[in-house]
T-cell receptor, first 116, second 113 residues
Framework: GAGVSQSPSNKVTEKGKDVELRCDPI?????LYWYRQSLGQGLEFLIY????????KSGLPSDRFSAERTGGSVSTLTIQRTQQEDSAVYLC??????????????FGPGTRLTVL | AQSVSQHNHHVILSEAASLELGCNYS??????LFWYVQYPGQHLQLLLK??????LVKGIKGFEAEFIKSKFSFNLRKPSVQWSDTAEYFC???????????FGRGTSLIVHP
């Protein structure tokens, strides 16, 4: 079946504007993760959704970042009042269940965000 | 909090050379360990994983990794690399009590034909 998809693949925005990044996980995957990958850095965890449970937002770097997941499927990551340091590749991953730590994550292609 | 260190940030090899990429983690409890690979222009994908049992794990494309608990290490190896192994390699660690993995910074491998 289809893998994890993300849109847009590239986004260029001006400092101070808001952006929305979208993730479509693999059908049936209940766990969904957002990560940020800056140049030369590893993957920085942002937020985690598991089914209908309250999300784990512990990785969000500031209150300008928020995310939601509608109907247990599609997720949107919103960055308000973007700053140049927000420039990065934003990756989404899904897995069959987040209640076990054993599960392989399937990653999307990422959205490359550039803030001018 | 757990952390993951990948000591080699950039590795350049010729085809047929042997490869070993280091990965060390800091966490005192039991863990699950992963290596992910990102080929140029492609998604991150799982290369191999260790949950329990035999500490020598074999993955796709001839890769293997050995979990050495006493050294908190999970090094990735391949006896003879190919040009197609050129990619970014990430080590990740999950505490068994957690559902959020910690990733290393990654190692960029370039294999010259």
């Amino acid at each position: 079946g289809a893998g994890v998809s993300q849109s847009p693949s590239n986004k260029v925005t001006e400092k101070g504007k808001d952006v929305e990044l979208r993730c479509d996980p693999i059908s049936g995957h209940t766990a969904l993760y957002w990560y940020r990958q800056s140049l030369g850095q590893g993957l920085e965890f942002l937020i985690y959704f598991q089914g209908n449970s309250a999300p784990d937002k512990s990785g969000l770097p500031s209150d300008r970042f928020s995310a939601e997941r509608t109907g247990g499927s599609v997720s949107t990551l919103t960055i308000q009042r973007t700053q140049q340091e927000d420039s990065a590749v934003y990756l989404c991953a899904s897995s069959t269940s987040g209640t076990s730590s054993y599960n392989e994550q399937f990653f999307g292609p990422g959205t490359r965000l550039t803030v001018l | 909090a757990q952390s993951v260190s990948q000591h080699n940030h950039h590795v350049i090899l010729s085809e047929a050379a042997s490869l070993e990429l280091g990965c060390n983690y800091s966490y005192g409890g039991t863990v699950n360990l992963f290596w992910y690979v990102q080929y140029p222009g492609q998604h991150l994908q799982l290369l191999l994983k260790y949950f329990s049992g035999d500490p020598l794990v074999k993955g796709i494309k001839g890769f293997e990794a050995e979990f050495i608990k006493s050294k908190f290490s999970f090094n990735l190896r391949k006896p003879s690399v190919q040009w197609s192994d050129t990619a970014e390699y990430f080590c990740a660690v999950n505490a068994k009590s957690s559902y959020i993995p910690t990733f290393g910074r990654g190692t960029s491998l370039i294999v010259h034909p």
